[in-house]
């Protein structure tokens, strides 16, 4: 399984961005999720959606701003992320947990197949 993450950059505080994240397994069933990190500091949890798209899991401190969806006729997994603020800025990974119908978790030791990251910078 293959990921290829897309859509980073740079966008002034209060925009809006969209991250894709493209799977490159037809039918993938296990669970995506995005991730996170910011220069000098340790990957966080984002969100993540398990196969049918509408069990979700949000970082508490984005639920509500952040919202991740899943297309699985395209194959990707979006992030859109609305009202950023200078302490968005890192860089986004997605992940995927290639155990079909694997649920949505918040540990980065649930996934298996990692993103090259795609760069997100909220200037102010």
């Known amino acids: 399984v293959q990921l290829q993450a897309s859509g980073g950059g740079l966008v002034q505080a209060g925009g809006s961005l969209r991250l894709s994240c493209a799977v490159s397994e037809p039918f993938f069933s296990g669970a995506m999720g995005w991730f996170r990190q910011a220069p000098g500091k340790e990957r966080e949890f984002v969100a993540a959606v398990a196969w049918g798209g509408k069990t979700t899991n949000y970082a508490t401190a984005l639920k509500g701003r952040f919202t991740i969806s899943r297309d699985n006729a395209d194959n990707t997994v979006n992030l859109q992320m609305n009202g950023l603020k200078r302490e968005d800025t890192a860089v986004y990974y997605c992940?995927?947990?290639?155990?079909?119908?694997?649920?949505?978790?918040?540990?980065?030791?649930?996934?298996?197949?990692w993103g090259q990251g795609t760069e997100v910078t909220v200037s102010s």
């Open positions: 992940a995927a947990n290639s155990k079909p119908w694997s649920m949505a978790r918040s540990s980065p030791d649930e996934y298996n197949h």
